[in-house]
């Protein structure tokens, strides 16, 4: 999560100022500041971060009164109770202040309470102050609260929330700013929340789709692999003590289990490292574009995930398109919105620097990115030449919307019967051979 920092210096004309950074750490926010000063002719006195502070006091009444405040001083903190007519409180910096990314959604929730209040014609600070003092997340009210009073002070709606993105998400930050400057607030809180639903909904099929299949398969071999390993030999190494011939199946799987207990340290390594190298690769810009361009290719999942980030990206941009101060920024936004580093970067170094320097129009310059597919082309092409390019955004996230989710569905309940036979398939081998030893007789006597 990124901290605020404030600094103060002087002028090489000897005025006094002072600023604010946000960082993930002092040293980090050292370095702004002194980029900053050395740009600017500043001499930086002190750079101080803004802490978590905890007061006690005893209210003439001899009631108790505890709370906690955000300050970068000690002084600010006694200065601000004063006022309020709270003496004599004992103020003490806290140890651990540890603050958490609010759930997806205390977010989600958030903007559509918004959504609701703003059609209701209250006034946005109201919104703002009500649901902080209902939020229950201490991050996420203490950023609601910071926003209230930015925002009173008369800061740009979208600088505010950008401040804000570690909490509320890059792209949720970019509208609720964008909210701040538009005719109909409401209507641009809705299509976030709708836009958050749907990468709720698409995360959690996803994880339904590849990640709980792989984690039941894997788990399924761990087990076979402690059967057969450990379980298996301690039951068949009894009857080769009494000189017992073993059956075909139990000596090949015995003889596999031991093969096992030699080379495991070397086959998980080969299965480890892989799974680390592509981790840490994966992390990295070309890593990410390699990954997400590859992923477009899968059997099954990868037009489903194509056309779902093609969704995204027109449901973006049909949020924003009126908005926004242009179509580069529209664009820009809903490429960084699609959760496909492959496609962004297609639009964002294809298809945007055509529009600029050649002037080329939307569609053949989204054309030249190669990153859409045909019939999505050949819609937005349409609605270009009718004049009505937000309807058919809007059309092509909707349509791509019910299909996927058609779809999606129709796929996790195949995936599901072939990872349910495969676990029978599995099993039934195990009892095959289980079943094997239990059929072992001892030599008869003298035969």
Same mark, same amino acid.
């Given at each position: 999560?990124q901290?605020?920092y404030?600094?103060q ?12 950074? /946000?960082?993930s ?22 750079? /101080? ?12 009444? +001899?009631?108790? @009164? ?24 004992k ?12 759930p997806?959604?205390?977010?989600l929730?958030?903007?559509?309470? $918004? $959504? ?32 209230? $009073? ?22 949720p ?16 809180? %809705? ?7 749907r990468e ?9 789709a ?13 087990? =076979? /692999? ?7 030999? %301690? ?11 073993l ?10 289990? %031991? ?21 840490f690769?994966?992390r ?34 049909s ?7 242009n179509n ?20 964002k ?6 529009? /600029? ?5 939307? =569609?053949?310059?989204? %054309?030249?990115? !190669?990153?859409?597919n045909q019939?999505?082309l050949s ?7 009718? +004049? ?20 999606? !569905?129709?796929?996790?309940q $195949?995936?599901?019967?072939f ?6 398939? @599995?099993i039934?081998a ?7 030893v239990?059929?072992?007789s ?6």
């Amino acid at each position: 999560m990124q901290k605020e920092y404030r600094y103060q210096g002087v002028t090489s004309q000897g005025k006094t100022i002072q600023g604010t950074v /946000l960082a993930s750490s002092y040293n980090k926010a050292k370095k702004l500041v002194n980029d900053f000063a050395e740009k600017n002719k500043i001499r930086v006195n002190t750079i /101080l971060k803004r802490s978590l502070f905890l007061y006690n006091l005893k209210l003439p009444s +001899g009631k108790k @009164v505890k709370g906690r405040q955000y300050a970068y001083t000690k002084g600010e903190v006694s200065r601000a109770l004063t006022t309020i007519g709270y003496k004599n409180a004992k103020i003490e910096k806290a140890i651990i202040d540890i603050k958490m990314k609010p759930p997806y959604s205390s977010i989600l929730m958030f903007v559509n309470l $918004s $959504s609701f209040l703003l059609k209701e014609k209250m006034s946005y600070d109201k919104i703002l102050r009500m649901l902080a003092d209902e939020e229950t997340n201490l991050t996420l009210k203490e950023a609601l609260k910071k926003i209230e $009073s930015e925002l009173k002070k008369g800061k740009e709606g979208t600088e505010v929330f950008a401040r804000h993105q570690d909490v509320f998400g890059k792209f949720p930050a970019y509208m609720l700013g964008l909210a701040t400057k538009s005719g109909n607030m409401a209507e641009v809180y %809705d299509a976030t929340a709708k836009f958050m639903e749907r990468e709720q909904e698409y995360k959690k099929s996803l994880r339904q789709a590849l990640m709980m299949p792989a984690f039941t398969v894997l788990a399924m071999f761990g087990a =076979v /692999l402690y059967y057969v390993v450990k379980v298996f030999p %301690d039951t068949a190494k009894m009857f080769l003590k009494f000189g017992i011939d073993l059956p075909p199946m139990t000596a090949a799987t015995l003889q596999a289990s %031991d093969w096992l207990a030699i080379n495991w340290w070397w086959i998980i390594l080969l299965v480890i490292i892989p799974i680390v190298a592509c981790f840490f690769w994966w992390r990295t810009p070309k890593g990410m574009v390699w990954r997400d361009k590859n992923m477009l290719k899968l059997p099954v999942m990868g037009h489903l995930i194509h056309k779902s980030s093609i969704e995204i990206f027109f449901r973006v941009f049909s949020a924003i398109y009126a908005g926004a101060e242009n179509n580069i920024e529209t664009l820009r936004a809903s490429a960084e919105a699609c959760r496909n580093k492959y496609m962004e970067k297609g639009v964002k170094e294809v298809a945007i620097p055509l529009m /600029l320097k050649e002037g080329m129009s939307l =569609v053949p310059a989204l %054309d030249k990115a !190669d990153v859409f597919n045909q019939s999505t082309l050949s819609r937005l092409k349409t609605g270009t030449e009718s +004049g009505n390019i937000l309807q058919s955004a809007q059309q092509i996230s909707t349509f791509y919307e019910k299909e996927t989710t058609y779809k999606m !569905d129709n796929i996790i309940q $195949s995936i599901q019967v072939f990872v349910g036979l495969f676990i029978a398939v @599995v099993i039934t081998a195990l009892t095959v051979v289980s079943s094997e030893v239990a059929m072992i007789s001892p030599n008869t006597p003298g035969m």
